[in-house]
C-alpha cells in the first residue's frame, strides 16, 4: 500500500517561510513526476509545481522565484520551499505522485493534504 505523507504546514506571518516535505512510503518500484497542488475553499485543486524524476521543475506563475521544488530520490521525498508568503497563498496544500508500486505500472497517488496560512 502506497502512501504519501505531508508535513511542514502551519501558520506564518506574510513575508516568512515554510518547507513543506512529502514522503512516499510502501513498496515502490520508481516514482516519475513528483507535485504540488493547492486547494482553496470553492475552487478546485489546482498545480503549484511539477518535478520530474531527473530533477527538471515547472511552476505555475504565482509561485515563479518565491517557490523551489525539489525531490530526494533516494529517500522517495519531494519537497517545497515556501519563501515571500503572501495571504493569498492560504490553502490546503498536497502532495501528488505518478509511483509504480508493480512492475510495468504506474498509479496516480494524493496525500492527505497540509494547511498553509499566511496572515498579513
Known amino acids: 500500500q502506497v502512501q504519501l505523507v505531508e508535513s511542514g504546514g502551519g501558520l506564518v506571518q506574510a513575508g516568512g517561510s515554510l518547507r513543506l516535505s512529502c514522503a512516499a512510503s510502501?513498496?515502490?518500484?520508481?516514482?516519475?513526476?513528483m507535485a504540488w497542488y493547492l486547494k482553496v475553499p470553492g475552487k478546485q485543486r489546482e498545480l503549484v509545481a511539477r518535478?520530474?524524476?531527473?530533477?527538471?521543475?515547472v511552476y505555475t506563475d504565482f509561485v515563479k522565484g518565491r517557490f523551489t521544488i525539489s525531490r530526494d530520490n533516494a529517500k522517495n521525498t519531494v519537497y517545497l520551499q515556501m519563501n515571500s508568503l503572501k495571504p493569498e497563498d492560504t490553502a490546503v496544500y498536497y502532495c501528488?505522485?505518478?509511483?509504480?508500486?508493480?512492475?510495468?505500472?504506474?498509479?496516480?497517488?494524493w496525500g492527505q493534504g497540509t494547511q498553509v496560512t499566511v496572515s498579513s
Open positions: 501528488n505522485a505518478d509511483i509504480s508500486a508493480e512492475i510495468g505500472r504506474l498509479s496516480n497517488y
Open positions: 510502501g513498496t515502490i518500484f520508481s516514482i516519475n513526476n
Open positions: 518535478i520530474s524524476r531527473g530533477g527538471s521543475p
